[in-house]
């Protein structure tokens, strides 16, 4: 493509002489004879350069200069100056004019200077093409190096949540195969002082201090036999029968068994079911455990009032089961704990309550998290996996 040049002058000789020299140059040649003009073409035609003359009536060539830099930086301009003025020639380069040419010129230095600047414009224009393009490159590689940062710390996360899982699994499963056989060992000698604590009941019957210790004896039986269950509950994968079981009904039911208590120590139960889901395939006796122990922990939080609070919520692929306390939360430091079987706080805690939780969440193909603040309470953030109807 050949390349446009704009003449600019006030004398029409000067016109038609450029024109017939750049023409037969094969240089493409628009006119104009004032700044105003001038700057209307450039605007429309955008040619490559302007050679623009210094002495004009109205709009001087400085002032068209100075309007052609600052609107269209990509035309060049080449000044035609009068002869004799090095003052003028320094203020018309300061100006951002390519070059200069002192008139009267000669055809063959015209062409030249023409050429040369054209060839300085190329260049200059490729290059910040080049620029630009390293810029947009580097804000490229900005916005992937940002997402594969993202990326690397979701999948450590992801890594060491799994890792975690895999712990507390490895742990439950070492649990399962010492508790099985202590509980069995256990209970037998055990069973043994239930009967002879019984036996003797009778015969200290008269004596009502003695036959008290007999009570104590028995309660203190029934205690270690109930924590003898819990810890198989914990360890065990128990026999399940799978059932259609309604989530919201269950939770119902099990807050039921919590109302004499619930009511004694002042707590406010807030339920939120946003959304009724599907009934789930469990075994209904596991799905009330995790809500018993759930419950009882919140309540234990809240012996002086408080607000429980339940929610669940569903989509296609999950329900998501939130049990909140206003209870005195969780220190940090036990946080990674609370699910250990044995990790317990309170005197007469087993500490299988949640990892009795967790035991049967992970059944269900499940998640739980906790989050809390210390003095300030817990949420127990659970989800399921919905099963995909296959018929
Ligand atoms: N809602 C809660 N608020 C504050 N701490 C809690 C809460 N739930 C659990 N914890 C902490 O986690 C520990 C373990 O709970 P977990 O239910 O496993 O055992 P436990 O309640 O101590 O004993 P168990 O449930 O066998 O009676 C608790 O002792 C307590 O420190
Ligand atoms: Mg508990």
Redesign the pocket.
Known sequence: MSNRILVVDDESIILQLATMVLTSRGFEVLTAQSGQECLDVVKREKPDLVLLDYMMPVMDGMTTLRHLRHLHPDTYVIMLTGKGSEQIAVEVMKAGAADYILKPFKNQDLVERIENVLRIRRIEMHNRELREERERLLSEIEVWNMELERRVAEKTRELELAHAEILQAEKLAALGHVSAGMAHEIRNPLNAIGLFAQILRPVLAHDTEKSGYIDKLLQEVDRIDA?LS?LLDASKAPKVTLEPVCLIGTIDRILETFGEQLKASKVKVEKHYDQVPPLMMADSGEIEQIFT??F???L??MQHGGVLGVTVQCDDQKVTIE?S?T????PRE?LS?????F????T??????????LRIVKNYHGHIN?R?TAGE??V?NMEFPLARQSN
């Open positions: 924590i819990k122990n759930l009882a922990n919140s234990y939080e049990v306390d209870g005195g939360g969780i036990n704990q609370i699910f250990d079987p990790f317990t706080t309170k007469k805690g087993t500490g299988f309550g949640l990892s009795v939780v906790v809390s309470g817990t127990f």
